[in-house]
T-cell receptor, first 112, second 116 residues
């Protein structure tokens, strides 16, 4: 158990509203990631962080922003949710260079 | 460009059959890491194995085995004597030594259904 907690676990929101997903880790790992999972695409990287206030874009970052003000928390924000952002979102951490990633339980987001 | 292909979208087998899940990867990096993850119906992602590009030894863990072949850029996963509990989506993933983000590049997954 890598001590990763995502909240909320499920959310339904309306198009155009802002949404923030939270990822919390208990073990002070430096690298944290947000992925989205969609049928036929596997998991795709949205953003990642390599330290407090250090973040960078992934493959599918349009429409998303992130913040990391504390080592333990990595927030993903959809500024204005769209139906194409309906997905399952996973937070992940890596415990060292080129080691396996450990994932949170996922957040199922539905934009109606 | 880096890419992972899992061409088998869905596989259905009867319990006790052996099944192989294919994974083909593309990269120009000489040092890289390959992974397999399992996603059972409950939705969590479970790490199964990591292999680096310099280690082509096959790996066996109980009923699971992995065949890594650099010549064909493949990292296939075999379940021997499948069980209903093996029903899940399985993902193959790639990580590159030259990528300072250490991110994983995932295939699209193979859904395995093991019928009693």
């Amino acid at each position: 158990d890598a001590g990763i907690t995502q909240s909320p676990r499920h959310k339904v929101t309306e198009t155009g509203t802002p949404v923030t997903l939270r990822c919390h880790q208990t073990e002070n790992h430096r690298y944290m990631y947000w992925y989205r999972q969609d049928p036929g695409h596997g998991l795709r990287l949205i953003h990642y962080s390599y330290g407090v206030k250090d973040t960078d874009k992934g493959e599918v970052s349009d429409g998303y922003s992130v913040s990391r003000s504390k080592t333990e928390d990595f927030l993903l924000t959809l500024e204005s949710a769209t139906s194409s952002q309906t997905s399952v979102y996973f937070c992940a951490i890596t415990v060292g260079q080129f080691t396996e990633a450990f994932f949170g339980q996922g957040t199922r987001l539905t934009v109606v | 460009a880096q890419k992972v292909t899992q061409a088998q979208t869905e596989i259905s087998v009867v319990e006790k059959e052996d099944v192989t899940l294919d994974c083909v990867y593309e990269t120009r990096d000489t040092t890289y890491y390959l992974f397999w993850y399992k996603q059972p119906p409950s939705g969590e992602l479970v790490f199964l194995i990591r292999r680096n590009s310099f280690d082509e030894q096959n790996e066996i863990s109980g009923r699971y085995s992995w065949n890594f072949q650099k010549s064909t850029s493949s990292f296939n996963f075999t379940i021997t004597a499948s069980q209903v509990v093996d029903s899940a989506v399985y993902f193959c993933a790639l990580s590159l030594q030259g990528d300072s983000s250490y991110k994983l590049i995932f295939g699209s997954g193979t859904r395995l259904l093991v019928r009693p």
